[in-house]
């Protein structure tokens, strides 16, 4: 079996990638940006919000630009250290109604030229 060890010097993290659309609200507040600001609240090492161009989630609705409606799908990744993205996780599970929701082992290297 290969080895997942990186030949760069990094440390475990856990990535947590969270897909949406661009209607999913929580409250009066767009739940991407509610994601986001809580994720630099607890300061995370990263997050970002990627913008689809067609997809579909649990429902099976598929998600689009359309002239008439915006429905596109959204996917959010952050990563940091596995308690740090366990405890993140655990807080906004409260928010995640209908979102689908992966959490993977990955390797965080360190910086470049270090």
């Known amino acids: 079996m290969r080895s ?3 030949h ?3 440390r475990p993290a856990k990535r947590l990638t969270l897909l949406m659309s661009v209607h999913d609200h929580v409250r009066h507040t767009s739940l ?3 994601v986001l600001k809580r994720a630099r609240r ?19 609705r598929v998600h ?7 429905d596109r799908p959204l996917a959010i990744v952050l990563v940091d250290r ?3 993205i366990d405890a993140f ?3 906004i599970a409260p928010l995640l109604d209908g979102v689908a ?12 030229g270090s």
């Not at 689809?52 to 099976?60: A, I, L, N, P, Q």
């Not at 689009?64 to 915006?70: F, G, L, M, Q």
């Open 4 to 6: 997942t060890q990186s």
């Open 8 to 10: 760069f010097p990094g």
């Open 32 to 34: 991407q940006l509610e």
């Open 42 to 60: 607890a300061k995370l090492a990263g997050a970002t919000v990627f913008e689809g161009v067609e997809g579909f989630g649990t429902s099976g």
């Open 64 to 70: 689009r630009e359309h002239v008439i409606s915006d």
């Open 82 to 84: 596995p308690e740090r």
């Open 89 to 91: 996780l655990e807080s």
């Open 101 to 112: 929701v992966t959490v993977d082992d990955v390797e965080m290297l360190d910086e470049w």
